[in-house]
């Protein structure tokens, strides 16, 4: 028995001595590159810890860094685009991460239709096929419901392959994710690594990912029960602040929906979703990185989805953040489209245009203003909108059914009418045009396009394929 418990107390004493394994800093990661904020850290119970960056042979930098009660830090000089390297860390034991590159590091986040695997997404099989890129590497955030703030994540580094990559919805990679990531990596000519990291978890609220700092800010007190990812701050602590320390580019978020089902949780939106970019740009401490965020796509049962993608918009008073519509790659009758493909195009238009400075237009013509006119028994509404590059054309949506009638994009309402549909539309360079019925007397009062759950039609601009985004106009 004494043995026994000898043998126990040296395993305990083994134990406390190891330097802790945090996951995101592993073999195959990406550093972002072109930074003097790309830090590694770690626990150790060593006085110093000891740092080199080699290639091959060749030792490029050494580091070294005095741990302050037990755990350490250890900014890095900013380095270019490239790699392999191999990074030793001496402390208690001697740890050799292999494989390193330096690129841009995106985070993805957000509920279910940001967490759908590429094994769910139309074209699958092709698509995984296409996924063989040694310098594009993922890292999938484990679910980790937390109380309370914890200091790691399960996770690992992989190298973009098919094998990597494939696997049922929360066990594959996410689709809107890579296929991003993809074309950034291919636009970019594969000369700046890619690394993505995913962390999500279907069905969430915004308000789990918020710190109590910005749900204190909005007034956030809503808590759905024990043990539910929706209990407020709960991934915020399990799956956010892990994160805080490791240097990210830019960030894409794709979430709404859990949201904009619930009343009280969908009238605060515009407060929410705002507050948590702002404090997590803060809480980051790299700047104001920028934040590229997903409109909630077209879906039937969706009742209250037309106003809520309008209370997204919100957010777009903050500096450096952008959005793309998917109004018209939505599915009637699944909440989940399996058009992930065009997510991630119209998301990369937007880094390749803002971050690498490329010549692409990554806006959708959205509404400038409205003009009216009513003379000869005829109401006279002109569109006029930003951003038009080619033509104004009409665009079936996926599933319709009574598609591009009329009724079907555009309802105005006057001082005598509700919900009047127009007689006719028409495309003038950068306006849309609509002639509606009426009087001499007869004030427009609001103008509403593509303001449905599902718009079964909507214009798109024929030199970018990018859809008109919905308005309302009063």
Known sequence: MIKIALLASALLVLALCQDVDYKVISDNMVLQRDSTRTRLWGTTTSDVVNVQLRRGNTVVDTYEAKPVSGRWELPLKSYPAGGPFEIFVKATTLR?????????????????????SISQTQDAEKELQDTNYPNLRVFRVIHNDAKEPVD??????????????????????????????RRVFKALNGEVPIGLIESNWGGTRVETWMSPDARKICNDTFIDGVNDPNEAGHMWNGQIVPLLKYNI???????????AGDERSAERYTCSFPQMISDWRA?????????????IAGWNPGTNWPVFRLKQLTALKLQNTYFVTAIDIGDPTDIHPQDKQEVGRRLSLIALNQIYKKDVHYKGPTLKGIKS?????????????????????????????????????????????????????????????????????????????AMYPYPQCVYIDSATLLPVNSFRAN
Do not use: H
Request: glycine share 10%.
């Open 373 to 449: 006119s009513s003379q000869a028994g005829t109401l006279t509404v002109r569109a006029e909108l930003n951003d038009v590059v080619g033509n104004l054309t009409q665009k079936a949506t996926p599933k319709c059914t009574t598609c591009c009638e009329l009724g079907n994009i555009f309802k105005i309402n006057t001082n005598k009418r509700q919900n009047v549909t127009p007689k006719g539309v028409k495309a003038e360079g950068n306006a849309l045009v609509l002639e509606f019925d009426g009087t001499n007397d007869e004030v427009l009062s609001q103008v509403d396009y």
């Open 249 to 259: 580019k830019a960030a894409l978020w794709y979430q709404g929906e859990s949201n």
């Open 283 to 295: 809480k980051w401490n790299v700047g104001d990185f920028p934040f590229y965020f997903v409109q």
């Open 152 to 181: 790691n994540v399960q996770g690992v580094w992989k190298v973009s392959s098919p094998s990597s990559l494939t696997g049922p919805w929360d066990q594959g990679f996410s689709a809107a994710c890579y296929y991003f990531g």
């Open 96 to 116: 050799v991460y292999r494989n390193v590159v330096f690129g841009d590091v995106y985070l993805c986040s957000g509920q279910s239709n940001m967490e759908m």
